[in-house]
Structures are given as C-alpha cells and as structure tokens.
C-alpha cells in the first residue's frame, strides 16, 4: 500500500507532459500576437489623428489665408495692375480654379523693401502622384524678381473658387472685363479623410467693389 502511494506522489510531481507545454506555447503566441496587434493598432491610430489633425491645421490656415487676402482686394478701373482673376479650370474632373488678385499685404519684416501691395496667384499643381496647392507672392511695386510659387497645402483634392455678382454663382471673374470686384467669394477646398472626399469651404467680402 506504502509503495503505491509514493508512485502516485512521484507520477503527481514529475512536471509537465510535452503536449502541455505545446498548448501553453500555442496560447503564449496567441497572446503575443493579439498584444501586439493591438498595441501598434493604438500606435497607428494615434499617429492617423496627429495627421489628420495638423491637416486640419493647414487647411484652415490656408482658408484664412485666403480669406483675408480677398477681403483685402484691392481694383481700380485706372491702374491694370490691380486685378482679381478667377479662371474656371478642372483637373480630370475636379475643380482647379486659378486665382489671381491684388491685394494688401502685412509687413515681411526689417531688410525687405516693399509698398505693402501684392500680386498673389494660386494655382493647382501636381507634386509627385499628389495634387497640391500653390502660392505665388509678388510685390505689385517692387523691382524684385517674383518669389516662386511654393506648395500653400499639400494632398487637396479640388480647389473650386466662385464669385457672386449679385444675382448668381459663376466660377470665372475678369475684373477688366466685369469692371468691378466680385460681392461675395466662396473658397472651396475639397480633401480626402480616411478615404472618402471631404469640402471645406470659406466665404469672403471684398471691402472694395468699384475703384478706389
């Protein structure tokens, strides 16, 4: 009777079988594995909003931008030089106006000649396998060469621009020909998040709608 209880204590205490040490490596990995995903699932989700969120950044402060200095348009019927020129374009469908105004322009800084007026021109352009949008600065009378055009924002999708003349939209405008300024402009930046098209847009009043 002795003899059978000290085999029973020696079969209790000889450890773990080989099949129970692949189960508990097989649960192990599962474990791992889920541990894992989820931590860089947290990672990528965090870095997903980060840019999501300095996107939206820039696109307001392009929208601003942009806002201001159309509010600030300046047009006179004697002086050439002064215009605002919106151009109906579309790139493979979407909207790529160009737009061009004068405008007044806040101080660069010390060692820059300037009259505080500018030519600024936005364009649509390709960058790579994106379309981004860009800026042109020049100061209307200065003898400085034009700064080149630089990438406002990257990654938009359309950029749509219309003018009211009082009684309706239109997406073109010639101040030489209209012969004043537009009453309202509406900005219309279109984008992509998380793979589905996004607008944001922005309305503006020129304080100026004949010579000045």
Known sequence: MAGRWRLSAISRN??????????ALVLLGILSTALYGSYFGVIRARERASAGMESRRELGAT????????????????DKRLRFVVE??????????????????????????ESGIV???????????????????RDLFSEAVTSPAYPQMEQ???FLVECYDGSKWVKS????????????????????EEGK??????????RVSGSW
């Open 63 to 78: 929208l601003d931008l942009i806002r201001r200095e159309i509010t600030s348009a300046l047009f006179n019927r004697a």
């Open 119 to 137: 030519a600024v021109t936005y364009r649509m352009a390709e960058k790579g396998s994106v379309r981004i949008l860009t800026r042109q600065e």
């Open 88 to 113: 109906d374009r579309d790139d493979f469908g979407a909207p790529a106006s160009a737009l061009e105004l004068t405008t007044l322009a806040p101080p660069a800084g010390q060692g820059r000649s």
């Open 197 to 206: 098209p996004v607008e944001f847009s922005a309305l503006a009043f020129p």
């Open 173 to 192: 405008w010639d101040s030489a020909i209209n012969n004043t300024l537009p009453k309202q402009v509406r900005v219309t930046i279109q984008v992509a």
């Open 156 to 158: 938009i999708s359309s």
């Open 14 to 23: 000889r450890g773990f079988t080989l099949l129970e040490l692949l189960i």
